[in-house]
């Protein structure tokens, strides 16, 4: 049975749709089975209100522990590459500034620098193991930029461009051609 209510100049109204019939609540009794039907409308609205509740309540702890997992990874990815200063999200702008700059630890330079070492260290020396890496780089740029959803940020693209130009030079250095033979 749906129940729906409203207050007109303070008096309440309950429409049961089995007899569409409008009572009084403060002047007529109800039936034995309307007032079942109201029983059971009171006791479905509270299950579902608690249902919503939980819900709510354990997706919001859901998120808050994937966000702390996601951050502690984050610092662990932070701490890996070197980073041992303070938290991103607490930099000022200078010092956020100073962290991307041509020197910094998430500058080009040392970014780039970073992934083709990835990629050169993990081949050790293997042509095809370097050009499986170099085209894993490229697939790794071109699925953040999709991500983004736009063309990235100028410093993202000089990165992958000083990567790429790394990888090739150790490879022109190992005696392999740049260009893939298989192609």
Do not use: C
């Amino acid at each position: 049975m749906n129940i729906s209510s409203s207050t007109t100049q303070n008096t309440q109204y309950t429409k049961t749709e089995s007899k569409s019939v409008i009572k009084n609540l403060y002047t007529e009794k109800l039936t034995k089975d309307e007032a079942k039907e109201l029983k059971q409308a009171v006791v479905d609205n509270a299950n579902t209100f608690t249902f919503k509740s939980v819900e709510t309540q354990t997706a919001t702890l859901s998120i808050k522990e994937k966000f702390e997992k996601d951050y502690n990874d984050f610092q662990s990815f932070l701490k890996d590459i070197g980073y041992n200063g303070s938290p991103i999200a607490e930099l000022s702008q200078d010092e956020a500034a100073k962290l991307v700059s041509e020197d910094g630890i998430f500058g080009v330079k040392q970014t780039s620098q970073r992934i083709a070492d990835f990629v050169i260290n993990g081949a050790n020396k293997d042509e095809s193991l370097l050009r499986a890496g170099r085209e894993g780089m490229l697939a790794g740029f071109k699925a953040a930029q999709e991500a983004w959803g736009e063309k990235l940020p100028e410093i993202s693209q000089k990165t992958m461009q000083a990567a790429t130009e790394l990888v090739d030079k150790t490879m022109h250095n190992l005696g392999y051609s740049i260009l893939n033979q298989e192609a």
